[in-house]
């Protein structure tokens, strides 16, 4: 039946978009660490393989989803350049606080893991800590003082909603970010995941620079925090 058949083509979508997301992210990191002096052959074959991969994520979505036909094809136009590139690597911004920000990452796929961990060490700040299940997590979350929560809101291993709950009713974490990696930003997916508690989102694949951006709102949003704590104490209204 058409429920049954969305359900299907719901998970093919995943399951496919899953694998790109670690080869897409993968080569972009690659791109990234080609030397200026590197034969024109090896930037040309990194090129391929990148415009390949998004080319492939367009026609999944137009195969699979055809609602989503505008978004694959923005995904697939996508191009890293080399302009591009010097977006990817992370300055902190002028007054930024230089605590390390600490993700608590819950994930088991260990490509996935991989991937989130060779983004991380694009930005000295970030430190990543990772977590197969929800519970060892906030075991976790308990000694590192995670800045927030980065969940895949497809993964097969919990249901996004109830994990999403069990750390929202945690002692100390009520407030703490919940960032969602997620195949579908759909209006529809994208309220669920909301009304669930998230508050930022990284479409998969993941683009690079997409995260690298997320730690940077992440870091000003505690910043102006911190400042407008500290304001109040001097002028005695806390």
């Known amino acids: 039946n058409d429920q049954e058949k969305t359900q299907f083509l719901a998970r093919m979508s995943h399951d496919i978009r899953t694998h790109l997301n670690v080869m897409l992210g993968f080569t972009q990191l690659q791109k990234n660490q080609i030397p200026l002096d590197a034969p024109a052959e090896l ?5 391929e393989v990148l415009a390949a991969g998004w080319k492939l994520l367009k026609y999944i979505g137009e195969a ?13 136009s996508h191009k890293i350049t080399p302009s591009h590139l010097a977006e990817v690597k992370y300055s902190p911004r002028n007054g930024a606080s230089k605590r390390s920000i600490r993700i608590v990452h819950i994930e088991k796929e260990r490509a996935c893991i991989e991937l989130i961990r060779a983004i991380a060490d694009l930005v000295p700040e970030l430190t990543v800590f990772t977590s197969p299940t929800v519970d060892e997590g906030l075991k976790i979350a ?14 097969d291993d919990f249901d996004i909603a109830g994990a999403a709950q069990t750390l929202r009713d945690a002692k100390h974490f009520a407030q703490t970010p919940l960032v969602a990696i997620t195949t ?12 669930a508690g998230f508050s930022n989102f990284l479409h998969k694949p993941i683009k690079v620079d997409h995260l690298i951006n997320l730690v940077r709102e992440i870091e000003d949003q505690r910043t102006a925090t911190k400042e407008g704590v500290d304001e109040r104490a001097a002028s005695g209204s806390i």
């Open 64 to 76: 699979v989803d055809p609602v989503s036909r505008e978004r694959a094809a923005e995904s697939s």
């Open 43 to 47: 930037k040309r074959n990194n090129e």
């Open 184 to 195: 579908d930003l759909q209006t529809p997916e994208k309220q669920r995941l909301v009304r």
């Open 142 to 155: 308990q000694y590192r003082k995670p800045d927030f929560f980065l969940l895949d809101a497809d993964s």
